[in-house]
């Protein structure tokens, strides 16, 4: 099972972006091996930020809620959405004080604790540094998937 974190999700359905092709043939190779690609409830509310940003702010499209709304459903035919609950929590505590993790990188610890709760051991990634501290986690970038 792989985890497709939220740089993933964006560039799935931004067919102008010049990884999209790359993210696509990612996911397509993943599903054709009979691998599942799911996603955390963390990736998709961050997803839902980046697409209801205003354009004018860093990385925002400036979408509307009825557009993004679509688009998370489509998301959800493609990525099963893990469950959260409070040994998720448990574990992300864990992780943050062994890791010393600050700031916006909580984020990134929340989606390792899902994994880690879920039997996940695998992230499709175009933040791969982000990831490699945390020990049993494959981390991947799309261009590594052949």
């Not at 993210?23 to 509310?45: D, P």
């Not at 610890?109 to 494959?138: E, H």
Request: with cysteine; glycine share 4%; proline share 3%.
């Amino acid at each position: 099972m792989y985890l497709a974190d939220t740089n993933i999700l964006l560039r799935f359905l931004l067919r102008n972006d010049p990884a999209y092709p790359t993210i696509r043939q990612a996911v397509r190779i993943l599903k054709t091996r009979r691998e599942q690609v799911v996603t955390t409830s963390q990736n998709m509310a961050e997803f839902w930020n980046v697409c209801t940003r205003p354009i004018t702010a860093r990385g925002g499209l400036g979408l509307s809620i009825d557009s993004t709304e679509r688009r998370v459903r489509l998301l959800e035919r493609h990525f099963r959405v893990l469950a959260d609950n409070s040994a998720t929590y448990e574990q992300w505590k864990a992780l943050v004080l062994a890791h010393q993790v600050r700031g916006v990188q909580v984020h990134d610890a929340r989606i390792v604790a899902t994994m880690l709760k879920s039997g996940v051991a695998s992230i499709l990634t175009t933040n791969v540094s982000d990831f490699r501290r945390y020990p049993g986690i494959n981390v991947f970038a799309p261009e590594d998937i052949a």
